[in-house]
């Protein structure tokens, strides 16, 4: 149980151009869904918080205009990159967080290769 | 200010050695939560351990065991006869409801590399 999927687990775009990349839970209901990046050779930086039908809440220093999240139902979260640039290539991971389980479990998807060319 | 820190950022050894991974963490709750996580080349988190602060009986599983130490605010993780199937990114990572509203916080990572 417990499983996390991303979609797509790699792509490729060109520069300025927008592209979603999907986190689903596949056998749990979330109503917290988390968003990672990790850039080569560095660690999981959280990038928003996303709570089912509401607003999600980005972190210091991430342009909420650029990295957009909606998290529709209780089982789906996207992150758009709009207008992507070469510096936004890097490994994006998702997140989620069962109603039921105490505030800290977390359950990770296998993770979004993005390369801006 | 990092709030965990992994001072190794990269430690090599020989197969069949052992191995221990440091991880100090900072926090001003009572309650939180320690996590280790393994990063494999193929990038996908996988969860080995999660510790709750009134819990400082030390785990083992397997050839794998941590030391949880409130004292020295430490959390370490020892691989017992290293295999290279163990290279990877380790990250110990915090959570708690205070200072980090119980999202997860991550410290740089150590990179295992077991050569033959």
């Known amino acids: 149980g417990a499983v996390v999927s991303q979609h797509p687990s790699w792509v490729i775009c060109k520069s300025g151009t927008s592209v979603k990349i999907e986190c689903r839970s596949l056998?749990?209901?979330?109503?917290?869904m988390f968003w990672y990046r990790q850039f080569p050779k560095q660690s999981l930086m959280l990038m928003a918080t996303?709570?089912?039908?509401?607003?999600?809440?980005?972190e210091q220093g991430v342009e909420k205009d650029k990295f957009l999240i909606n998290h529709a139902s209780l089982t789906l979260s996207t992150l758009t990159v709009t207008s992507a640039h070469p510096e936004d290539s890097s490994f994006y991971i998702c997140?989620?967080?069962?109603?039921?389980?105490?505030?800290?479990?977390?359950?990770f998807g296998p993770g979004t290769r993005l390369t801006v060319t | 200010a990092q709030k965990v820190t992994q001072a190794q950022t990269e430690i090599s050894v020989v197969e069949k050695e052992d191995v221990t991974l440091d991880c100090v963490y900072e926090?001003?709750?009572?309650?939180?939560?320690l996590f280790w996580y393994k990063q494999p080349p193929s990038g996908e988190l996988v969860f080995l351990i999660r510790r709750n602060s009134f819990d400082e009986q030390n785990e083992i599983s397997g050839r794998y065991s941590w030391n949880f130490q409130k004292s020295t605010s430490s959390f370490n993780f020892t691989i017992t006869a290293s295999q290279v199937v163990d290279s990877a990114v380790y990250f110990c990572?915090?959570?708690?409801?205070?200072?980090?509203?119980?999202?997860?916080?991550f410290g740089a990572g150590t990179i295992l590399r077991v050569k033959s």
């Open positions: 056998d749990f209901q979330a109503t917290t």
């Open positions: 990572a915090l959570s708690d409801l205070m200072e980090y509203g119980n999202k997860l916080v």
């Open positions: 996303s709570n089912e039908g509401s607003k999600a809440t980005y």
């Open positions: 926090t001003r709750d009572t309650t939180y939560y």
């Open positions: 997140s989620a967080r069962p109603p039921q389980e105490l505030l800290y479990e977390q359950y």
